[in-house]
């Protein structure tokens, strides 16, 4: 069965630290991932997929099959960056994402 | 687009009565899921249609949920009768058809509170 872990459900960093959120999964097949973040009482909003190796909002994340992870990295945050991150494994097959249980970003001042 | 629109946003009820949720979709899309959120159990899939057909209800926690796509753009999730530990926020959310990488876009949510 697949699954997705986030170990950490908060995360607290001072403004201009580096910020590294922790994603690991299990899946039998080719695996496609995903990073949602949901602001303070709003939608999950798409913030990055394994498949456009892009850049958001100064985010990146790489995808490590040895290591079955796919950590959420920013090497300066902002304020503005805090909020509920969730990591997702879509089953290509049922074409459903499975939501880790998310990790809470706060970044002081 | 505006996006996957949702309604009631906020719905407060007292046990026993029956609550519908609504959901459109993005124009287009063939996929839709509906997803619980809660504290304790983080987001959940209750179920999902292609087509409007319902492809996969597992997560539906019991018999007093229930969900229905009569056309493509629009969709129903049903409680009868609701119950305190109903109390979450349900997600819609729509994909195309291998398009946008398997992009799932999510609804605003509709919070319910039963009490």
Request: glycine share 8%.
């Amino acid at each position: 069965a697949q699954r997705v872990t986030q170990p950490e459900k908060l995360l607290s960093v001072f403004k201009g630290a580096p910020v590294e959120l922790k994603c690991n999964y299990s899946y039998s097949g080719s695996p496609e991932l995903f990073w949602y973040v949901q602001y303070s009482r709003q939608r999950l909003q798409l913030l990055l997929r394994h498949i456009s190796r892009e850049s958001i909002k100064g985010f990146t994340a790489d995808l490590n099959k040895g290591e079955t992870s796919f950590h959420l990295k920013k090497p300066f945050a902002q304020e503005e960056d805090s909020a509920m991150y969730y990591c997702a494994l879509l089953d290509t097959g049922r074409r459903a994402l499975t939501f880790g249980s998310g990790t809470r970003l706060q970044v002081q001042p | 687009d505006a996006g996957v629109i949702q309604s009631p946003r906020h719905e407060v009820t007292e046990m026993g009565q029956e609550v519908t949720l609504r959901c459109k979709p993005i124009s287009g899309h063939d996929y839709l899921f509906w997803y619980r959120q809660t504290m304790m159990r983080g987001l959940e899939l209750l179920i999902y249609f292609n087509n409007n057909v319902p492809i996969d209800d597992s997560g539906m926690p019991e018999d007093r949920f229930s969900a229905k796509m009569p056309n493509a753009s629009f969709s129903t999730l049903k409680i009868q009768p609701s119950e305190p530990r109903d109390s979450a926020v349900y997600f819609c959310a729509s994909s195309e058809p291998g398009g946008s990488g398997n992009t799932i876009y999510f609804g605003e949510g509709s919070w319910l509170t039963v009490v």
